[in-house]
């Protein structure tokens, strides 16, 4: 019995019985359970209050901890390349699944046509280099804050964070002190918030399938179902065996630890929202450092888009099967390139673009089924995010062993040229 309440009082359990009563609810009740939907939007809104002024000072920390070390180079270049790299790699998953289980076969085109658009067509525009590279640079760190342009407040505050490192340590200690103290406010204000966690869960999930319901899944129930396929495989196989090979941490240990983040990116969709989370896991029970938790993951929550990769190469396959269309090798590197350098270029600058119809623009795959997946993109956008946050960790986790390898041989050769020369 008192091993039920346990359970019970855990976040985690919480939440998804309050996603499983939701949906309930949400299937009863039909347009109804929009009601609900103020729940939600509280929630939502309470974490995202927090999530800049957290962000803008752990940035600062991390870097200012960093600044010191003769690792920052490595880390900042190791951590964009584990990024890219982990990202092509999803999308070729995702391409090899499509290729291999055919979501888009089978559906009779005729009986979907009239939800057909092409209004998304001038959407579809990836940034160039130089844009997405002025993009990053803020010309008013308050206005990027006030839009939250997560990519400008990164460059600002790294930036800030490395000149406070260069002060003398009798100046620099008070003010690193007193922003580490800030981090601490805020992260006791998010685990505060994520109390109410379940209530908002049930207000998201009965809003939404209380308005599009099950019905719409029918039609693109095989994409639906290749996607979780690809997104296990990338959550409970490539990433942990890529922190058992590449860290100090086993694969049971992290799979284990990330439950509670991904809990809550699966709640609230969106990885900035789950970034206070996932850094106490990070920190706290895998024991990343803090100068790199604050830097990889806040860029994680930025660039990282694993799940979205999946997810762009699938729906690409999704279409071609649909329409017919063979693709040729062109067109699958034409996927893979768009969906990996294109998630940099809509960070980078201001105000979204419409990713997916970029991949399917570049790869000449029509784009006007796209609504077919409007009414679920929620549920897709809550299981991808869980994916990205589960990758932010999994680098983090990689490129903290690397710093501490690194700076260990360091140790050892100061060491032994100390030892030679004695």
Known sequence: MSLRIHY?????VQVIIAMIVGAIVGAVMGEQAAMFEPLGTIFINLIKMLVIPLVVF????GAANLGNSHNTGKIGISTIVYFAVTSALAVALALVLGAWLKPGVGIDIHTVEHVFSNRYADKGNIAGFWDTVTGMIPTNIISSMNNANIIQILVFCLFFGIGLSRLEKSRREPLVKGIEAVVDVLVWMINKVMLVAPIGVFGLMSESIGTFGFSALSVVIKLFLVFVLGIAIFAFIVYPLMVQCLSKTSALTFIKAMKKPQIVALSTASSMATLP?????????????????????PL??????TGGAIYYGLVAMFFAQLFHIELSTGAYIAIIATSTIGAVGQAGVPGPTFLVVAVLLSAGIPIEGLPLLFALDRIFDMIRTALNITGDTAVALIVDALATETATSRENRAASLSSIED
């Open 300 to 305: 994680g929550a930025t660039i990282n888009m």
């Open 58 to 61: 752990a940035i600062i920390s």
């Open 8 to 12: 019970l009082k855990n976040i985690g």
């Open 277 to 297: 989370v996932n850094m106490d896991t990070a920190e706290n029970e895998l024991g990343v450092s803090k100068g790199t938790t604050s830097f990889v993951l």
